[in-house]
T-cell receptor, first 115, second 115 residues
Framework: EPEVTQTPSHQVTQMGQEVILRCVPI?????FYWYRQILGQKVEFLVS????????KSEIFDDQFSVERPDGSNFTLKIRSTKLEDSAMYFC?????????????FGPGTRLLVL | AQTVTQSQPEMSVQEAETVTLSCTYD???????LFWYKQPPSRQMILVIR??????QNATENRFSVNFQKAAKSFSLKISDSQLGDAAMYFC????????????FGKGTRLSVIA
């Protein structure tokens, strides 16, 4: 069964460093999302992406964040200058179509720790 | 803004017994979808069940079923014949019907299954 993959599974970085989290969505999916989950808290939406453009972003997704689909398979989340509060689990998700009826399939997540 | 509330931070159930996890939501939309996601210790988010708001019939998926009360804006998950593998964090989520909209999650309920 096709699945969303994410790399790395864990990343430790120093405050102020740039990190890039990578995701490979399911191959025929066109809509991509990033969510994050701070330890012990609920999953929060960051950004959605379609046709090489951001569709929607939350207040969390400030100028320190960017997303890109550099080729036909990868979807990346970049944090330019990490802060301690960026420590969280980051989930990538994808769906085949837009619309509420579409299931978003989640990857296994990248656990980011900022020291 | 839409909100999802899960009032039970933790629940426990004996193996083979039935447990119900509660979820309420608030929205002014008429077209929306509701989901239950499971997050085991591996942290991957797995879709358990989905309900379309326009359907009166409650969704079922093997041992999992929902009690969808649209007027009350309630969406509870019933797990029958609980198994040890059901132990996980369960998140209720809402998604607006139209467009490429994000999931809005509740804070989750941690379910323990006692052998």
């Amino acid at each position: 069964e096709p699945e969303v993959t994410q790399t790395p599974s864990h990343q430790v970085t120093q405050m102020g460093q740039e990190v890039i989290l990578r995701c490979v969505p399911i191959s025929n999916h066109l809509y991509f999302y990033w969510y994050r989950q701070i330890l012990g808290q609920k999953v929060e939406f960051l950004v959605s992406f379609y046709n090489n453009e951001i569709s929607e972003k939350s207040e969390i997704f400030d100028d320190q964040f960017s997303v890109e689909r550099p080729d036909g398979s990868n979807f990346t989340l970049k944090i330019r200058s990490t802060k301690l509060e960026d420590s969280a689990m980051y989930f990538c998700a994808s769906s085949e179509q837009s619309g509420g009826q579409e299931t978003q399939y989640f990857g296994p997540g990248t656990r980011l720790l900022v020291l | 803004a839409q909100t999802v509330t899960q009032s039970q931070p933790e629940m426990s159930v004996q193996e083979a017994e039935t447990v119900t996890l509660s979820c309420t939501y608030d929205t002014s939309e008429s077209d929306y979808y509701l989901f239950w996601y499971k997050q085991p210790p591996s942290r991957q988010m797995i879709l358990v069940i989905r309900q379309e708001a326009y359907k009166q019939q409650n969704a079922t998926e093997n041992r999992f079923s929902v009690n969808f009360q649209k007027a009350a804006k309630s969406f509870s998950l019933k797990i029958s014949d609980s198994q040890l593998g059901d132990a996980a964090m369960y998140f209720c989520a809402y998604r607006k019907g139209a467009g490429n909209t994000p999931l809005v999650f509740g804070k989750g309920t941690r379910l323990s299954v006692i052998a």
